[in-house]
């Protein structure tokens, strides 16, 4: 009997025994875990998943673990990964020398979010376009706008408002 350790796995070996995403999308776990999430919208989800890694060469290159997790984070809180939408991305990071995939919020979903939650009386997103911004204090945190000073069709930045 031999007590010589093994020798250690290279990255290449775990990388080529890892799972593509396709197969981790079919693999029983993960199907039962939107399935949870998500109930009879849990395939359509699943396919929308494909949809966005199909369509980014840049997620393409991510390990599919990272992008399953960034995906259930949207699942969770019953947000669209669909880009087009508008309510949350996937989008890739460099980490080391890996590019793993991360969950993040754009405007719709912080809009949806708060509309479900009913604790708002009022909620506004608004374009601000040159000409329109009168006064910001950014210590107080207020900002004056004006619409009829709009000089052209270009934005300078967002404004964002709520009302509890």
């Given at each position: 009997?031999?007590t010589?350790?093994?020798?250690?796995?290279?990255?290449k070996?775990?990388?080529?025994?890892?799972?593509?995403?396709?197969?981790?999308?079919?693999?029983?776990?993960?199907?039962?875990?939107?399935?949870?999430?998500?109930?009879?919208?849990?395939?359509?989800f699943?396919?929308?998943?494909?949809?966005?890694?199909?369509?980014?060469?840049?997620?393409?290159?991510?390990?599919?673990?990272?992008?399953i997790?960034?995906c259930?984070?949207?699942?969770?809180i019953?947000?669209?990964?669909?880009?087009?939408?508008?309510?949350?991305?996937?989008?890739?990071?460099?980490?080391?020398?890996?590019?793993?995939?991360?969950?993040?919020?754009m405007?719709?979903g912080?809009?949806?979010?708060?509309m479900?939650?009913?604790?708002?009386?009022?909620?506004?997103?608004?374009?601000?376009?040159?000409?329109?911004?009168?006064?910001?204090?950014?210590?107080?945190?207020?900002?004056?706008?004006?619409?009829?000073?709009?000089?052209?069709?270009?934005?300078?930045?967002?404004?964002?408002?709520?009302?509890?």
């Open positions: 009997m031999t010589e350790a093994a020798p250690p796995k290279k990255d070996e775990v990388a080529a025994r890892r799972k593509t995403l396709p197969e981790l999308l079919n693999d029983a776990a993960t199907q039962k875990r939107f399935a949870d999430m998500l109930g009879k919208d849990a395939r359509s699943q396919q929308n998943i494909l949809t966005v890694y199909n369509g980014s060469d840049s997620l393409q290159k991510c390990e599919p673990e990272s992008i997790a960034a259930a984070i949207s699942a969770s019953n947000l669209s990964i669909l880009p087009s939408l508008g309510q949350s991305c996937i989008v890739p990071y460099k980490d080391g020398d890996r590019l793993v995939a991360q969950w993040q919020i405007t719709r912080v809009l949806a979010l708060g479900r939650s009913e604790q708002y009386k009022k909620i506004n997103l608004a374009r601000v376009c040159e000409g329109q911004l009168v006064k910001h204090d950014e210590f107080k945190g207020t900002v004056e706008l004006d619409a009829t000073k709009k000089k052209s069709d270009r934005v300078i930045g967002y404004y964002f408002y709520f009302k509890l």
